[in-house]
């Protein structure tokens, strides 16, 4: 975006929100040119609506259980994002799956956080799935939103050990602290321009990033 007045965010949330915390404590220390001005959440109840609250930001519920379809939620989504003009959607912990309608509608400025090193482990599950298959390394990748389920093209992506005695949630922790570290980092290249989506793939500062996007290195953080 690069422009002076901040990028106008919407993240969207299914749950905890300690994504959209480490977006928000970004934006109030300064450090993110953002402007979260909605978070929407399908779930109601959910901690990350508190976090909204306590932040200030106007937080709305849409329900996807009160839709008959997937498309008739979506076609409410999107109503709902564009009433806030929002220059970039975050999805942090966003759990449902979009329709390419919708997802052609954001295309080049729509991300998602996903737990693993992608290509690799799409869809749910990712950690557990990663221990069964006796990886040394995991991870979690920033990508842009396209049609295909996690397929989008990878912006940022930073990589933790296995550690012996791991369990799922002992490297999901592991994994997200990299996730509250490269999100933000990924938002802030989008709003000062410096990261696009064009033709279908991620560009950093006008250089096409590879299959994995920049790898960032973790042992800085
Ligand atoms: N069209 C796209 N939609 C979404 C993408 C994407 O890249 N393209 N990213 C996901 C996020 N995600 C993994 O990172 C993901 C979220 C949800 C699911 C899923 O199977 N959801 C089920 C419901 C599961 C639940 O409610 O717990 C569903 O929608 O039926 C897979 C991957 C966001 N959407
Ligand atoms: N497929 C999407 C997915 O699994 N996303 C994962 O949900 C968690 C949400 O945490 P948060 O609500 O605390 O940000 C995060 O760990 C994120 O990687």
């Known amino acids: 975006m690069s ?14 929100g300690s994504n959209l915390q480490a977006l928000i404590d970004g934006q ?16 109601p109840a959910v901690r990350g609506l508190l976090r909204a609250e306590h932040a200030g930001i106007p937080a709305e519920v849409l329900d996807h259980t009160r839709y008959d379809s997937r498309e008739a939620f979506d076609t409410a989504l999107q109503e709902c994002i564009d009433h806030y003009r929002p220059e970039l959607v975050v999805l942090a912990g966003f759990m449902r799956i979009l329709t390419p309608t919708f997802t052609r509608h954001y295309e080049g400025r729509m991300l998602n956080i996903h737990p693993s090193l992608l290509p690799k482990y799409q869809g749910l599950h990712t950690h557990q799935r990663a221990l069964d298959a006796g990886e040394s390394e995991h991870g979690v990748t920033v990508h842009f939103v396209t049609a295909e389920l996690d397929g989008g093209p990878p912006a940022v992506q930073a990589r933790v050990p296995v550690l012996p005695g791991d369990d799922a949630e002992s490297l999901a922790a592991r994994v997200q602290s990299q996730e ?31 299959p994995n996007g920049y790898l960032m290195d973790t042992t800085q953080s």
């Open 180 to 210: 509250h570290v490269i999100y933000p980092l990924a938002v802030k290249w989008f709003a000062e321009g410096r990261l696009r989506m064009e033709s279908g793939r991620a560009l950093l500062n006008n250089e096409p990033l590879g």
């Open 3 to 16: 422009s002076a007045q901040p990028t106008r965010v919407v993240v969207l949330i299914s749950g905890s």
């Open 28 to 43: 109030q220390r300064g450090q993110l040119p953002i402007d979260i001005v909605a978070v929407i959440s399908n779930r």
